[in-house]
């Protein structure tokens, strides 16, 4: 079993759909980072979170450390939100700054 | 608007060729990692530095990977030799990590190998 796991793998959704991806982990954390990768394109980080709930435009992040479970969340999608969505745990103690990496979700919206 | 690069972004080899990616991390990071990113593996670390020392290089094959940090703006990651196996997009990112506090990583555009 991966130490993060995400799912769905692949999801297609409808412009306008409110999309979740969801993330479990069984590692002790310091943080969870939310990454986006657009085909042919590099990674940016959306979200770095370490409890509760973050928002940022269509986005929303949360986080429950008790259960070890992330979401991530899209409203009001759109074509340009398709890419891979990926969860990393953000390692703490004397691995401080090492990220475990899910497998991604690739995301497609259509119009 | 500062960022992560990395030369060459494309690079193709023949199998046994040494092989040498560079990276210069934003100005004030203390944290540099190198992943590699393959369609059957994903993401995976390979090594990262903190104020230039190495911390962890347990993702890397010894025999024929190694990572330095020659100074603050660069640091590099080579194969020798390479094989097709290395195939793989390799990014590396710099944050600012302190015990007890988190930053974000960025990330450069990725080097692209192929071995041929």
Known sequence: KNEVEQSPQNLTAQEGEFITINCSYSVGISALHWLQQHPGGGIVSLFMLSSGKKKHGRLIATINIQEKHSSLHITASHPRDSAVYICAAHAGGTSYGKLTFGQGTILTVHP | ?116
């Not at chain 2, 023949?14 to 593996?41: A, D, S």
């Not at chain 2, 990572?67 to 390799?90: C, F, G, H, N």
């Open chain 2, 1 to 116: 608007d500062a960022r992560v690069t990395q030369t060459p972004r494309d690079k193709v080899t023949e199998m046994g060729q040494e092989v040498t990616m560079r990276c210069q991390p934003i100005l004030g990071h203390n944290t540099v990692f190198w992943y590699r990113q393959t369609m059957m593996q994903g993401l995976e670390l390979l090594a990262y530095f903190r104020n230039r020392a190495p911390l962890d290089d347990s993702g890397m094959p010894k025999d024929r990977f190694s990572a330095e940090m020659p100074d603050a703006t660069l640091a590099t990651l080579k194969i020798q030799p390479s094989e097709p196996r290395d195939s793989a997009v390799y990014f590396c990112a710099s944050g600012r990590i302190g015990q007890g506090t988190v930053y974000e990583q960025y990330f450069g555009p990725g080097t692209r190998l192929t071995v041929t």
